[in-house]
Protein backbone atom coordinates (compact mmCIF):
# COMPACT_ATOMS: atom_id res chain seq x y z
CA UNK A 1 0.00 0.00 0.00
CA UNK A 2 0.99 3.60 -0.57
CA UNK A 3 2.38 5.30 2.48
CA UNK A 4 0.96 8.39 1.40
CA UNK A 5 -2.15 9.13 -0.35
CA UNK A 6 -3.09 12.99 -1.41
CA UNK A 7 -7.04 12.40 -1.88
CA UNK A 8 -7.59 10.29 1.31
CA UNK A 9 -6.44 13.57 3.69
CA UNK A 10 -5.04 11.18 6.23
CA UNK A 11 -2.36 11.75 8.34
CA UNK A 12 1.37 9.16 7.91
CA UNK A 13 2.49 7.46 10.99
CA UNK A 14 6.19 7.33 11.30
CA UNK A 15 7.23 5.45 14.02
CA UNK A 16 10.34 6.41 16.47
CA UNK A 17 13.14 3.70 16.70
CA UNK A 18 13.76 2.98 20.36
CA UNK A 19 16.68 2.16 21.39
CA UNK A 20 16.22 -1.59 21.35
CA UNK A 21 14.52 -1.29 18.21
CA UNK A 22 17.94 -0.11 16.68
CA UNK A 23 20.05 -2.68 18.51
CA UNK A 24 17.42 -5.38 16.72
CA UNK A 25 17.99 -3.79 13.34
CA UNK A 26 21.72 -4.30 13.47
CA UNK A 27 20.96 -7.88 14.82
CA UNK A 28 19.04 -8.66 11.67
CA UNK A 29 21.72 -7.00 9.35
CA UNK A 30 24.24 -8.91 11.25
CA UNK A 31 22.47 -12.06 10.90
CA UNK A 32 21.40 -11.60 7.27
CA UNK A 33 25.18 -10.77 6.52
CA UNK A 34 26.69 -14.34 5.41
CA UNK A 35 23.99 -15.11 3.28
CA UNK A 36 24.17 -11.26 1.36
CA UNK A 37 28.03 -11.74 0.94
CA UNK A 38 28.02 -15.52 -0.24
CA UNK A 39 25.69 -14.21 -3.41
CA UNK A 40 27.62 -13.27 -6.61
CA UNK A 41 27.41 -9.46 -7.38
CA UNK A 42 25.17 -10.38 -10.54
CA UNK A 43 22.92 -11.58 -7.73
CA UNK A 44 23.07 -8.93 -5.70
CA UNK A 45 22.88 -6.43 -8.53
CA UNK A 46 19.66 -8.34 -9.47
CA UNK A 47 17.60 -6.89 -6.19
CA UNK A 48 19.33 -3.36 -6.98
CA UNK A 49 18.11 -3.23 -10.29
CA UNK A 50 14.44 -3.67 -9.31
CA UNK A 51 14.97 -1.25 -6.49
CA UNK A 52 15.81 1.36 -9.15
CA UNK A 53 12.59 0.10 -11.09
CA UNK A 54 10.40 0.73 -8.77
CA UNK A 55 11.97 4.19 -7.56
CA UNK A 56 11.00 5.71 -10.79
CA UNK A 57 7.34 3.95 -10.69
CA UNK A 58 7.02 6.26 -6.86
CA UNK A 59 8.69 9.06 -8.64
CA UNK A 60 5.35 11.28 -8.38
CA UNK A 61 4.76 10.04 -4.72
CA UNK A 62 8.40 10.59 -3.38
CA UNK A 63 8.42 14.21 -4.68
CA UNK A 64 4.86 14.65 -2.82
CA UNK A 65 6.06 13.03 0.66
CA UNK A 66 9.35 15.61 0.26
CA UNK A 67 7.43 18.21 -0.28
CA UNK A 68 5.04 17.32 2.93
CA UNK A 69 8.45 16.60 4.58
CA UNK A 70 10.49 19.26 4.53
CA UNK A 71 9.19 21.77 2.04
CA UNK A 72 11.12 21.14 -1.05
CA UNK A 73 8.79 22.37 -4.01
CA UNK A 74 7.70 19.45 -5.87
CA UNK A 75 8.80 21.21 -9.47
CA UNK A 76 12.26 20.91 -8.36
CA UNK A 77 12.39 17.43 -7.22
CA UNK A 78 14.55 15.02 -9.04
CA UNK A 79 16.20 12.31 -6.40
CA UNK A 80 14.17 9.56 -7.42
CA UNK A 81 15.78 9.61 -11.06
CA UNK A 82 19.04 10.02 -9.53
CA UNK A 83 18.61 7.38 -6.91
CA UNK A 84 17.57 5.15 -9.47
CA UNK A 85 20.56 5.60 -11.47
CA UNK A 86 22.80 5.03 -8.52
CA UNK A 87 21.11 1.62 -8.22
CA UNK A 88 21.05 0.89 -11.91
CA UNK A 89 25.19 1.82 -11.25
CA UNK A 90 25.97 -0.16 -8.75
CA UNK A 91 24.19 -2.91 -9.64
CA UNK A 92 26.50 -3.53 -12.72
CA UNK A 93 29.68 -2.72 -10.33
CA UNK A 94 30.51 -5.54 -8.06
CA UNK A 95 33.06 -7.09 -10.58
CA UNK A 96 35.27 -3.85 -10.03
CA UNK A 97 36.05 -5.63 -6.64
CA UNK A 98 38.84 -7.01 -7.22
CA UNK A 99 42.47 -8.10 -4.87
CA UNK A 100 46.40 -7.58 -6.25
CA UNK A 101 49.14 -10.22 -6.54
CA UNK A 102 52.72 -10.35 -6.21
CA UNK A 103 55.83 -12.44 -6.69
CA UNK A 104 57.97 -10.10 -5.27
CA UNK A 105 58.71 -12.01 -2.21
CA UNK A 106 60.90 -14.98 -3.05
CA UNK A 107 59.57 -18.17 -2.12
CA UNK A 108 55.98 -16.86 -1.92
CA UNK A 109 52.82 -16.18 -3.87
CA UNK A 110 50.86 -13.39 -2.10
CA UNK A 111 47.43 -12.16 -3.08
CA UNK A 112 45.51 -9.26 -1.48
CA UNK A 113 41.88 -9.95 -0.89
CA UNK A 114 38.81 -7.29 -0.23
CA UNK A 115 35.81 -8.45 1.78
CA UNK A 116 32.92 -6.63 2.91
CA UNK A 117 32.54 -5.40 6.48
CA UNK A 118 29.66 -6.87 7.91
CA UNK A 119 27.02 -4.41 8.83
CA UNK A 120 27.35 -0.72 7.78
CA UNK A 121 25.44 1.91 9.18
CA UNK A 122 23.79 4.63 7.41
CA UNK A 123 23.18 7.88 8.73
CA UNK A 124 21.26 10.57 6.46
CA UNK A 125 20.48 14.46 6.86
CA UNK A 126 16.45 15.72 6.12
CA UNK A 127 17.75 17.87 3.20
CA UNK A 128 18.17 15.83 0.41
CA UNK A 129 17.81 12.69 2.08
CA UNK A 130 16.83 9.87 -0.83
CA UNK A 131 20.08 10.90 -2.72
CA UNK A 132 22.63 10.46 0.37
CA UNK A 133 20.83 7.16 1.05
CA UNK A 134 21.33 5.90 -1.66
CA UNK A 135 24.78 7.11 -2.76
CA UNK A 136 25.60 4.90 0.99
CA UNK A 137 23.76 2.07 0.77
CA UNK A 138 24.13 1.17 -2.98
CA UNK A 139 27.80 0.69 -3.22
CA UNK A 140 27.49 -0.28 0.52
CA UNK A 141 25.38 -3.74 -0.74
CA UNK A 142 26.89 -4.33 -4.08
CA UNK A 143 29.96 -5.00 -1.45
CA UNK A 144 28.03 -7.47 0.00
CA UNK A 145 27.66 -5.80 3.20
CA UNK A 146 23.99 -5.22 5.02
CA UNK A 147 22.73 -2.03 6.35
CA UNK A 148 21.24 -0.12 8.94
CA UNK A 149 19.93 3.10 7.60
CA UNK A 150 18.61 5.89 10.19
CA UNK A 151 16.60 8.81 8.36
CA UNK A 152 16.65 11.93 9.71
CA UNK A 153 13.92 12.95 12.12
CA UNK A 154 13.08 15.77 10.13
CA UNK A 155 12.35 14.51 7.03
CA UNK A 156 11.28 10.36 7.46
CA UNK A 157 8.56 10.15 4.89
CA UNK A 158 10.88 9.32 1.46
CA UNK A 159 13.22 6.97 3.70
CA UNK A 160 9.94 5.27 5.28
CA UNK A 161 8.55 5.04 1.46
CA UNK A 162 12.17 3.43 -0.05
CA UNK A 163 11.28 0.61 2.87
CA UNK A 164 8.21 -0.58 1.67
CA UNK A 165 10.02 -0.26 -2.17
CA UNK A 166 12.55 -2.51 -0.93
CA UNK A 167 10.19 -4.95 0.60
CA UNK A 168 8.19 -5.01 -2.95
CA UNK A 169 11.97 -5.40 -4.57
CA UNK A 170 11.75 -8.85 -2.35
CA UNK A 171 15.47 -8.12 -0.49
CA UNK A 172 16.11 -11.04 2.48
CA UNK A 173 15.50 -10.25 5.45
CA UNK A 174 17.82 -8.09 7.25
CA UNK A 175 19.87 -6.93 3.79
CA UNK A 176 18.46 -2.98 4.08
CA UNK A 177 16.69 -2.49 7.47
CA UNK A 178 15.35 1.29 7.72
CA UNK A 179 14.70 3.52 10.78
CA UNK A 180 13.18 6.45 11.54
CA UNK A 181 14.29 8.11 14.97
CA UNK A 182 16.40 10.63 16.79
CA UNK A 183 19.93 11.08 16.69
CA UNK A 184 20.53 10.85 20.36
CA UNK A 185 19.08 7.66 20.18
CA UNK A 186 18.88 5.53 16.91
CA UNK A 187 21.94 7.06 15.62
CA UNK A 188 23.55 7.46 18.75
CA UNK A 189 23.23 3.05 19.36
CA UNK A 190 24.10 2.99 15.70
CA UNK A 191 28.03 5.67 16.46
CA UNK A 192 28.71 3.48 19.56
CA UNK A 193 27.60 -0.37 18.26
CA UNK A 194 30.54 -3.08 18.20
CA UNK A 195 28.98 -5.17 15.33
CA UNK A 196 28.88 -1.87 13.09
CA UNK A 197 31.77 -1.72 11.51
CA UNK A 198 31.53 1.01 9.11
CA UNK A 199 29.39 4.27 9.11
CA UNK A 200 28.95 6.29 6.37
CA UNK A 201 27.58 9.79 7.46
CA UNK A 202 25.99 12.99 5.89
CA UNK A 203 24.93 16.08 8.35
CA UNK A 204 26.01 18.62 10.36
CA UNK A 205 30.04 19.02 11.76
CA UNK A 206 28.85 19.19 14.64
CA UNK A 207 27.30 15.21 14.52
CA UNK A 208 30.03 14.47 12.49
CA UNK A 209 32.55 15.26 15.35
CA UNK A 210 30.30 13.35 18.12
CA UNK A 211 30.13 10.29 15.89
CA UNK A 212 33.94 10.27 15.06
CA UNK A 213 34.38 10.09 18.88
CA UNK A 214 31.56 7.20 19.78
CA UNK A 215 33.71 5.65 17.12
CA UNK A 216 36.86 6.28 18.69
CA UNK A 217 35.31 5.52 21.99
CA UNK A 218 33.38 2.07 20.97
CA UNK A 219 34.92 -0.36 17.87
CA UNK A 220 37.19 2.05 15.90
CA UNK A 221 34.56 1.65 13.22
CA UNK A 222 35.76 2.78 9.66
CA UNK A 223 33.74 6.34 9.50
CA UNK A 224 32.80 8.17 6.30
CA UNK A 225 31.86 12.02 6.78
CA UNK A 226 30.36 14.24 4.62
CA UNK A 227 29.49 17.38 6.46
CA UNK A 228 28.69 21.17 5.92
CA UNK A 229 29.83 23.82 3.63
CA UNK A 230 30.39 27.53 4.10
CA UNK A 231 31.58 27.88 -0.14
CA UNK A 232 32.87 30.40 -1.63
CA UNK A 233 32.38 31.69 -5.33
CA UNK A 234 34.78 34.40 -6.78
CA UNK A 235 34.05 35.94 -10.05
CA UNK A 236 36.60 38.01 -12.18
CA UNK A 237 36.38 40.88 -14.39
CA UNK A 238 36.93 38.59 -17.33
CA UNK A 239 34.33 36.49 -16.62
CA UNK A 240 30.63 35.86 -18.09
CA UNK A 241 28.93 37.78 -15.72
CA UNK A 242 25.83 36.86 -17.07
CA UNK A 243 26.49 33.10 -16.43
CA UNK A 244 28.14 33.76 -13.31
CA UNK A 245 25.04 35.52 -11.65
CA UNK A 246 22.79 32.58 -13.60
CA UNK A 247 24.68 29.75 -11.49
CA UNK A 248 25.86 31.65 -8.20
CA UNK A 249 22.17 32.65 -8.07
CA UNK A 250 20.84 28.75 -8.55
CA UNK A 251 23.44 27.38 -6.01
CA UNK A 252 22.40 29.75 -3.15
CA UNK A 253 18.04 29.65 -3.92
CA UNK A 254 18.12 26.00 -4.28
CA UNK A 255 16.35 23.92 -2.07
CA UNK A 256 15.50 27.67 -0.18
CA UNK A 257 19.45 27.32 0.59
CA UNK A 258 19.60 24.16 2.57
CA UNK A 259 22.38 22.93 0.25
CA UNK A 260 25.62 21.66 1.88
CA UNK A 261 27.67 23.14 -1.35
CA UNK A 262 25.62 26.54 -2.03
CA UNK A 263 28.20 28.83 -2.72
CA UNK A 264 26.83 31.41 0.08
CA UNK A 265 29.94 33.93 0.19
CA UNK A 266 30.55 35.42 -3.22
CA UNK A 267 33.62 37.85 -3.96
CA UNK A 268 32.89 39.80 -7.14
CA UNK A 269 36.18 42.22 -8.32
CA UNK A 270 35.21 45.73 -7.48
CA UNK A 271 35.36 46.69 -11.14
CA UNK A 272 32.01 44.41 -11.83
CA UNK A 273 30.86 44.52 -8.28
CA UNK A 274 27.76 46.81 -9.00
CA UNK A 275 26.80 45.55 -12.44
CA UNK A 276 26.93 41.70 -10.71
CA UNK A 277 24.92 42.74 -7.64
CA UNK A 278 22.34 44.68 -9.46
CA UNK A 279 21.55 41.67 -11.69
CA UNK A 280 22.13 38.71 -8.97
CA UNK A 281 19.31 40.80 -6.56
CA UNK A 282 16.92 40.87 -9.71
CA UNK A 283 16.86 37.50 -10.14
CA UNK A 284 17.33 36.58 -6.66
CA UNK A 285 14.15 38.41 -5.84
CA UNK A 286 12.38 36.89 -8.84
CA UNK A 287 11.61 33.59 -7.11
CA UNK A 288 7.96 32.04 -6.85
CA UNK A 289 7.31 31.59 -3.05
CA UNK A 290 4.97 29.17 -1.83
CA UNK A 291 3.16 25.91 -1.15
CA UNK A 292 5.75 23.25 -2.70
CA UNK A 293 3.37 21.08 -3.41
CA UNK A 294 2.17 23.38 -6.82
CA UNK A 295 3.60 22.94 -9.48
CA UNK A 296 4.84 26.87 -10.07
CA UNK A 297 6.48 26.89 -6.85
CA UNK A 298 10.23 27.15 -7.11
CA UNK A 299 11.06 28.73 -3.43
CA UNK A 300 9.66 26.44 -0.51
CA UNK A 301 9.91 27.19 3.15
CA UNK A 302 12.46 26.18 5.24
CA UNK A 303 12.18 22.26 6.42
CA UNK A 304 10.81 23.73 9.85
CA UNK A 305 10.40 25.82 12.76
CA UNK A 306 13.95 25.22 14.33
CA UNK A 307 15.69 25.95 10.42
CA UNK A 308 13.32 28.69 10.22
CA UNK A 309 14.31 30.45 13.50
CA UNK A 310 18.22 29.56 13.13
CA UNK A 311 17.93 31.10 9.69
CA UNK A 312 16.24 34.46 10.96
CA UNK A 313 18.77 34.78 14.29
CA UNK A 314 21.39 34.62 11.32
CA UNK A 315 19.67 37.47 8.97
CA UNK A 316 19.17 39.47 12.47
CA UNK A 317 22.97 39.30 13.10
CA UNK A 318 24.11 39.54 9.66
CA UNK A 319 21.84 43.09 9.89
CA UNK A 320 24.26 44.17 12.73
CA UNK A 321 27.79 43.53 10.26
CA UNK A 322 27.00 44.29 6.98
CA UNK A 323 24.31 46.04 4.49
CA UNK A 324 21.35 44.67 3.40
CA UNK A 325 20.73 44.75 0.16
CA UNK A 326 18.20 42.46 -0.52
CA UNK A 327 15.84 40.60 1.63
CA UNK A 328 13.05 42.07 4.17
CA UNK A 329 11.30 41.09 7.46
CA UNK A 330 11.24 37.20 7.12
CA UNK A 331 7.34 36.41 7.76
CA UNK A 332 6.18 33.20 9.39
CA UNK A 333 3.39 32.31 7.04
CA UNK A 334 0.18 30.52 8.01
CA UNK A 335 1.55 27.72 6.32
CA UNK A 336 5.50 27.12 6.58
CA UNK A 337 8.36 28.95 7.55
CA UNK A 338 9.92 31.34 4.62
CA UNK A 339 12.61 33.14 4.19
CA UNK A 340 12.75 35.55 1.43
CA UNK A 341 15.91 35.22 -0.46
CA UNK A 342 18.29 37.61 1.53
CA UNK A 343 21.82 39.70 0.13
CA UNK A 344 24.21 41.16 2.31
CA UNK A 345 26.99 43.71 1.24
CA UNK A 346 29.84 44.57 2.77
CA UNK A 347 30.37 42.08 5.47
CA UNK A 348 33.66 41.88 7.48
CA UNK A 349 35.50 39.14 7.43
CA UNK A 350 35.77 38.15 10.75
CA UNK A 351 31.71 38.54 11.09
CA UNK A 352 30.14 34.65 12.61
CA UNK A 353 28.06 35.24 10.04
CA UNK A 354 31.12 34.31 7.28
CA UNK A 355 31.85 31.77 9.25
CA UNK A 356 28.98 29.47 9.93
CA UNK A 357 27.01 27.70 8.05
CA UNK A 358 23.26 29.59 7.49
CA UNK A 359 21.45 26.88 5.21
CA UNK A 360 18.89 29.37 4.61
CA UNK A 361 18.78 31.53 0.71
CA UNK A 362 21.37 33.84 2.32
CA UNK A 363 24.29 35.04 0.89
CA UNK A 364 27.23 37.60 1.45
CA UNK A 365 28.36 39.53 -1.53
CA UNK A 366 31.78 41.55 -0.57
CA UNK A 367 34.48 42.13 -3.54
CA UNK A 368 38.33 41.89 -4.02
CA UNK A 369 40.89 43.78 -5.78
CA UNK A 370 43.95 41.10 -6.00
CA UNK A 371 44.10 37.70 -6.43
CA UNK A 372 45.94 36.88 -3.55
CA UNK A 373 43.60 38.78 -1.31
CA UNK A 374 40.59 36.54 -2.50
CA UNK A 375 42.31 33.54 -2.20
CA UNK A 376 43.32 34.51 1.60
CA UNK A 377 39.51 35.15 1.62
CA UNK A 378 38.18 32.46 0.24
CA UNK A 379 40.31 30.08 2.39
CA UNK A 380 39.28 31.74 5.52
CA UNK A 381 37.29 29.26 6.95
CA UNK A 382 36.98 25.86 8.59
CA UNK A 383 34.90 24.33 6.22
CA UNK A 384 35.96 22.89 2.23
CA UNK A 385 33.16 21.26 0.69
CA UNK A 386 33.48 23.54 -2.83
CA UNK A 387 35.04 26.75 -4.46
CA UNK A 388 34.10 28.39 -7.58
CA UNK A 389 36.14 30.04 -9.74
CA UNK A 390 34.66 32.50 -12.50
CA UNK A 391 37.79 33.72 -15.15
CA UNK A 392 38.22 33.50 -19.31
CA UNK A 393 41.97 33.42 -18.14
CA UNK A 394 42.91 29.60 -18.21
CA UNK A 395 46.53 30.20 -15.87
CA UNK A 396 44.71 32.29 -13.40
CA UNK A 397 41.55 29.55 -13.05
CA UNK A 398 44.54 26.63 -12.54
CA UNK A 399 46.43 28.71 -10.06
CA UNK A 400 43.36 29.12 -8.30
CA UNK A 401 42.01 25.55 -8.83
CA UNK A 402 45.68 24.63 -6.73
CA UNK A 403 45.44 27.17 -4.46
CA UNK A 404 41.71 26.94 -2.80
CA UNK A 405 41.13 24.44 0.12
CA UNK A 406 38.06 22.58 -1.23
CA UNK A 407 37.23 19.00 -1.99
CA UNK A 408 35.51 20.29 -5.43
CA UNK A 409 36.89 23.59 -7.22
CA UNK A 410 34.60 24.65 -10.63
CA UNK A 411 36.31 26.22 -12.96
CA UNK A 412 33.35 28.59 -14.81
CA UNK A 413 30.84 26.41 -13.00
CA UNK A 414 29.30 26.06 -9.47
CA UNK A 415 27.42 23.87 -7.17
CA UNK A 416 25.28 21.82 -7.56
CA UNK A 417 27.65 20.94 -10.40
CA UNK A 418 29.36 17.92 -10.20
CA UNK A 419 30.70 14.75 -12.24
CA UNK A 420 29.80 11.02 -11.15
CA UNK A 421 33.56 9.74 -12.04
CA UNK A 422 34.90 12.40 -9.53
CA UNK A 423 35.24 12.04 -5.94
CA UNK A 424 32.77 14.47 -3.85
CA UNK A 425 34.01 15.12 -0.32
CA UNK A 426 35.71 17.88 2.19
CA UNK A 427 39.07 19.92 2.97
CA UNK A 428 39.12 20.69 6.55
CA UNK A 429 35.58 20.33 8.75
CA UNK A 430 33.40 19.35 5.66
CA UNK A 431 34.49 16.06 6.00
CA UNK A 432 36.51 12.59 6.08
CA UNK A 433 36.86 10.32 2.81
CA UNK A 434 35.31 10.73 -0.39
CA UNK A 435 32.27 9.19 -2.27
CA UNK A 436 31.48 9.08 -5.91
CA UNK A 437 30.59 6.45 -8.98
CA UNK A 438 34.24 5.25 -8.98
CA UNK A 439 35.36 5.30 -5.01
CA UNK A 440 32.14 4.44 -2.56
CA UNK A 441 32.77 0.72 -3.06
CA UNK A 442 36.12 0.91 -1.18
CA UNK A 443 34.57 2.81 1.54
CA UNK A 444 32.61 -0.92 2.37
CA UNK A 445 35.66 -3.15 2.11
CA UNK A 446 38.71 -4.09 4.13
CA UNK A 447 41.70 -5.63 2.43
CA UNK A 448 43.32 -8.84 3.34
CA UNK A 449 46.78 -9.96 2.63
CA UNK A 450 46.79 -13.68 2.34
CA UNK A 451 50.92 -15.31 2.06
CA UNK A 452 51.19 -18.04 0.44
CA UNK A 453 54.69 -19.73 0.84
CA UNK A 454 55.57 -21.71 -2.56
CA UNK A 455 57.74 -25.06 -2.10
CA UNK A 456 60.77 -25.24 -4.39
CA UNK A 457 59.89 -28.11 -6.63
P1 LIG B 1 22.43 16.82 11.56
O1 LIG B 1 23.86 16.57 11.84
O2 LIG B 1 21.64 17.58 12.56
O3 LIG B 1 21.65 15.43 11.39
C1 LIG B 1 22.05 14.49 10.43
C2 LIG B 1 21.67 13.11 10.90
O4 LIG B 1 22.42 12.79 12.06
C3 LIG B 1 20.20 12.95 11.27
O5 LIG B 1 19.74 11.70 10.84
C4 LIG B 1 20.24 13.02 12.79
O6 LIG B 1 19.18 12.36 13.42
C5 LIG B 1 21.55 12.32 13.07
N1 LIG B 1 22.14 12.61 14.38
C6 LIG B 1 21.99 13.72 15.15
N2 LIG B 1 22.70 13.59 16.29
C7 LIG B 1 23.30 12.38 16.25
C8 LIG B 1 24.17 11.68 17.14
N3 LIG B 1 24.54 12.19 18.31
N4 LIG B 1 24.63 10.47 16.75
C9 LIG B 1 24.28 9.94 15.56
N5 LIG B 1 23.45 10.55 14.69
C10 LIG B 1 22.96 11.76 15.03
O7 LIG B 1 22.37 17.47 10.13
P2 LIG B 1 21.07 17.97 9.37
O8 LIG B 1 20.60 19.22 10.02
O9 LIG B 1 20.13 16.83 9.20
O10 LIG B 1 21.64 18.28 7.91
C11 LIG B 1 22.19 19.49 7.57
C12 LIG B 1 23.69 19.41 7.60
O11 LIG B 1 24.13 18.40 6.72
C13 LIG B 1 24.34 20.68 7.12
O12 LIG B 1 25.42 20.98 7.95
C14 LIG B 1 24.81 20.33 5.72
O13 LIG B 1 25.87 21.10 5.26
C15 LIG B 1 25.18 18.90 5.90
N6 LIG B 1 25.19 18.22 4.59
C16 LIG B 1 26.38 17.83 4.05
C17 LIG B 1 26.44 17.24 2.80
C18 LIG B 1 27.72 16.78 2.16
O14 LIG B 1 27.67 16.00 1.21
N7 LIG B 1 28.87 17.23 2.62
C19 LIG B 1 25.25 17.06 2.10
C20 LIG B 1 24.05 17.47 2.67
C21 LIG B 1 24.04 18.03 3.94
Given at each position: ???????????????????????????????????????????????????????????????????????????????SIVVAEAFNHYAEAGFQVLGTSSLNTPGFMNMTIRQPYGVVAVIIPWNVPLLFLGDKAAPALIAGNTVVIKSSEKAPLTSAKFAALVEKAGFPPGVINIISGHGQTSGNVLSHHMDVRALSFTGSARTGRLIQEAASRSNLKNVVLELGGKSPAII????DIEQAVEETEHSIQRNSGQVCMANSRIYVHESIASTFIELFNK????????DPLFPSTTHGPQADGIQFKQVQAYIEEGKKSGKLALG??????????????????????????????????????????????????????????????????????????????????????????????????????????????????????????????????
Open positions: MDIYDPNAGGSILVYEASEDDTNAAVAAAKAAFPAWSALSPVERGSYLKKLAELMLESHDELSQLEALSMGRPVSTYFEFPDAKFAAVTMGTESTEQKNGFFIRPTVFLETPESARVMKEEIFGPVVHINTFKEEEEVISKANDTEFGLYAAVYTNDISRAIRMAKRLEAGTVGVNCTSPTGARDMPFGGYKASGIGREGWTVSIENYLEVKSVLIKVKDA
